[in-house]
């Protein structure tokens, strides 16, 4: 099966994949290299938008665990995200690519609010699209949101950053003889349980036919790479 060009994708960058080597945080130099990452793949002719995690500041369900309120930690959360919106967007502004942050939850003073219509237009003005705030509702993780996003915003595919080169059979971490697989279908994912995004995000993709590109964001100029077909890469589609 060869892959196929994927012309407007949606970027799902979780907050671990700003934080660099640290544990927590943003780190501005990989938040620098990300940026440059998304600046070679705009050059190379795609639409691009974004979908930041928060996990690098804060995870609701770890805040629950502490004893907050679950819906309360889920807020927080996303306010995570919209810091690391606005480092993404400087980040991207720095080296001559334009943004807009949209956040699901209205914050008129530093980003637009999400309006759909209005994202597509800047996409269309070549403009990357930051979405902050997940969803808007707690109880959704942002790779949910990055679905909802990549439906609603007509994407090709939904590019999921991690800090590996795609999906194995077991973890590559612990077993060295895992095997990489290239494709997946969606319902094997969902049945075999595997981690790739949560369940609603894949069922979501799986719905409107949104196939989940997963490769290693870490590597240098591997988003440009996988986009052009080349790279390792394990894509999950019907
Ligand atoms: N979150 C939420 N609703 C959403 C998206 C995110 O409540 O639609 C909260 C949730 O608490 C989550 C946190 O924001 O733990 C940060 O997002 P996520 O854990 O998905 O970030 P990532 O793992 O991608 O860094």
Redesign the pocket.
């Known amino acids: 099966m060869t892959r196929p060009r994927f012309n407007r994708i949606l970027l799902k960058l979780?907050?671990?994949a700003l934080m660099g080597d640290g544990s927590f945080g943003i780190d501005p130099e990989t938040t620098s290299r990300m940026a440059e990452e998304i600046k070679h793949a705009k050059e190379a002719g795609h639409d691009l938008c974004i979908v930041v995690?928060?996990?690098?500041i804060?995870?609701?369900?770890a805040g629950a665990a502490k004893g907050f309120d679950r819906a309360s930690?889920?807020y927080m959360?996303?306010l995570?995200?919209v810091m690391n919106a606005l480092a993404m967007q400087n980040a991207l502004e720095k080296i001559g690519v334009d943004t807009r942050v949209q956040s699901a939850i209205p914050m008129a003073s530093i980003s637009e609010p999400y309006i759909r219509r209005r994202a597509v237009r800047h996409m269309e003005k070549g403009r990357v699209v930051i979405f902050a705030a997940?969803?808007?509702?707690?109880?959704?993780?942002?790779?949910?949101?990055a679905a909802l996003r990549a439906a609603e915003m007509g994407c090709d595919a939904l590019f999921k950053g991690t800090s590996v080169d795609g999906i194995y059979d077991a973890d590559p971490k612990k077993k060295p003889d895992a095997q990489r697989y290239e494709h997946l279908g969606f319902n094997r994912v969902l049945a075999d349980d595997l981690k790739v995004m949560d369940a609603s995000a894949v069922a979501l993709c799986r719905d409107n036919n949104i196939p989940i590109v997963v490769f290693n964001i870490r590597e240098q100029g591997n988003l440009a790479r996988v986009l052009r077909g080349e790279g390792t890469a394990t894509i999950v589609q019907n």
Do not use: H, I
């Open positions: 979780s907050g671990e995690g928060g996990g690098n804060f995870r609701g369900l930690a889920d959360g996303m995570a995200t997940g969803t808007g509702n707690p109880y959704f993780t942002t790779d949910t949101a």
